[in-house]
C-alpha cells in the first residue's frame, strides 16, 4: 500500500478512536443511537466505550442492516433524510460518524438528533474538516477536494485521491454538504444544540502519532472534525450564545482530545 493510502486509513482509524475517547470522558451513556451504523462492527465499540445498556442502530442498506444486526445491534431501517420512527429524549448518546456530508437534508438531521437526545445527554458528529490544509492545497493548484464529490457515480477532479475514476462503492457514498469546524458549530446551534467542545483528529499527510500533536496545535485545519453537543434549554431555531470553534481564538477555551 502506498504512503498516502496507509495515512488514509491510519487516519480513519484515528478518528475512531478519538471519538471513543471523547465519549469515555463524558459517558457513561446508557441508551446508545448509532446513525448511519452501517455493518454494526464499530457500533459495538461505541458502546462498549459508552458503557451502553443499550444500542440501536439506523442503516439505509438492509445488506448492512442485516450485518449489523448479527453484532447484535437493534437496527431500525430508515433513511436519514427524513424524520426518525423514534420517540424523543431516548436516547443519552446520539452519535453519526461520517454520515453528515452524505445529507441534502441537514436541518432534518440535526433537529432530529437534539429530538431523539435525553436532556443532559450528548450528540457527537464527526466529518471532514472542508479546511483542513490538505482540501486548501488541492483548491490552490486547481483541483477538487477529496473529499467534496462532483458525480453520485464516479470520483474525480483530483488524480491524487486513492479513489479517482473509480465508482462510489454503494448507494449513499456521495458527500454532499462539507463543513468547517464553524459552518457545524453555528447549524447545530440554530438546532438547539450547544457545542461542549470541538476535537479534531487527523493531519494530511501525517501519520497518526505527528497527525495527533498537530491536530491539537492547529485545530482549523485538521483532517476531521468531532462536534460535542449537548440539547439547549432554549427553543429550536433561536440564537444561543456564542461558542468557539477550532482556530487560535477557540485554542484557549477547547478542551484537547489527547
Given at each position: 500500500?502506498?504512503?498516502?493510502g496507509?495515512?488514509?486509513?491510519?487516519s480513519e482509524?484515528e478518528?475512531?478512536?478519538a471519538i471513543?475517547r471523547?465519549?469515555?470522558d463524558h459517558?457513561?451513556?446508557?441508551r446508545?443511537?448509532?446513525?448511519?451504523?452501517?455493518?454494526?462492527?464499530y457500533?459495538?465499540e461505541?458502546?462498549a466505550?459508552?458503557q451502553?445498556?443499550q444500542?440501536?442502530?439506523?442503516?439505509?442498506?438492509?445488506?448492512?442492516a442485516?450485518?449489523?444486526?448479527?453484532?447484535?445491534v437493534?437496527?431500525?431501517?430508515?433513511?436519514?433524510?427524513d424524520?426518525?420512527?423514534?420517540?424523543d429524549?431516548?436516547f443519552?448518546l446520539?452519535?453519526?460518524?461520517?454520515?453528515?456530508?452524505?445529507?441534502k437534508?441537514?436541518?432534518?438531521?440535526l433537529r432530529?438528533?437534539?429530538?431523539?437526545c435525553?436532556?443532559?445527554g450528548?450528540?457527537v458528529?464527526s466529518?471532514?474538516n472542508?479546511?483542513?490544509?490538505?482540501?486548501?492545497?488541492?483548491?490552490?493548484?486547481?483541483w477538487q477536494?477529496?473529499?467534496?464529490h462532483?458525480?453520485?457515480?464516479?470520483?474525480?477532479?483530483?488524480?491524487m485521491?486513492?479513489?479517482?475514476?473509480?465508482?462510489?462503492?454503494?448507494l449513499?457514498?456521495?458527500h454532499?454538504r462539507?463543513?468547517?469546524g464553524?459552518?457545524?458549530?453555528?447549524?447545530?446551534?440554530?438546532?438547539?444544540?450547544?457545542?461542549?467542545e470541538?476535537r479534531?483528529?487527523?493531519?494530511?499527510?501525517?501519520?497518526?502519532?505527528?497527525?495527533r500533536?498537530?491536530?491539537?496545535v492547529?485545530?482549523?485545519?485538521?483532517?476531521?472534525?468531532?462536534?460535542?453537543f449537548?440539547?439547549?434549554?432554549?427553543p429550536?431555531?433561536?440564537?444561543?450564545?456564542?461558542v468557539p470553534?477550532?482556530?487560535?481564538?477557540?485554542?484557549?477555551?477547547?478542551?484537547?482530545?489527547?
Amino acid at each position: 500500500m502506498s504512503y498516502l493510502g496507509r495515512v488514509f486509513e491510519a487516519s480513519e482509524v484515528e478518528n475512531c478512536e478519538a471519538i471513543m475517547r471523547a465519549v469515555r470522558d463524558h459517558g457513561p451513556f446508557r441508551r446508545v443511537l448509532d446513525l448511519g451504523c452501517y455493518d454494526g462492527r464499530y457500533s459495538v465499540e461505541l458502546a462498549a466505550a459508552a458503557q451502553a445498556q443499550q444500542l440501536v442502530g439506523v442503516e439505509l442498506l438492509p445488506q448492512h442492516a442485516r450485518e449489523a444486526r448479527t453484532r447484535g445491534v437493534e437496527v431500525v431501517e430508515a433513511d436519514l433524510e427524513d424524520p426518525l420512527p423514534l420517540p424523543d429524549g431516548a436516547f443519552d448518546l446520539v452519535h453519526a460518524n461520517q454520515v453528515i456530508e452524505h445529507l441534502k437534508h441537514t436541518d432534518t438531521f440535526l433537529r432530529e438528533c437534539r429530538r431523539l437526545c435525553a436532556p443532559g445527554g450528548m450528540v457527537v458528529v464527526s466529518t471532514n474538516n472542508f479546511s483542513s490544509w490538505h482540501n486548501i492545497a488541492t483548491l490552490i493548484v486547481g483541483w477538487q477536494p477529496m473529499p467534496n464529490h462532483v458525480s453520485d457515480e464516479v470520483h474525480v477532479g483530483n488524480p491524487m485521491n486513492l479513489r479517482a475514476d473509480q465508482p462510489h462503492a454503494d448507494l449513499g457514498q456521495t458527500h454532499l454538504r462539507i463543513f468547517t469546524g464553524r459552518a457545524l458549530t453555528e447549524l447545530a446551534d440554530h438546532h438547539g444544540l450547544d457545542q461542549l467542545e470541538m476535537r479534531t483528529s487527523g493531519y494530511y499527510p501525517l501519520l497518526p502519532r505527528a497527525a495527533r500533536v498537530m491536530a491539537r496545535v492547529d485545530r482549523r485545519h485538521a483532517a476531521f472534525l468531532i462536534g460535542l453537543f449537548r440539547p439547549a434549554e432554549r427553543p429550536t431555531g433561536l440564537p444561543g450564545v456564542a461558542v468557539p470553534v477550532p482556530g487560535a481564538a477557540g485554542q484557549a477555551a477547547a478542551t484537547s482530545s489527547r
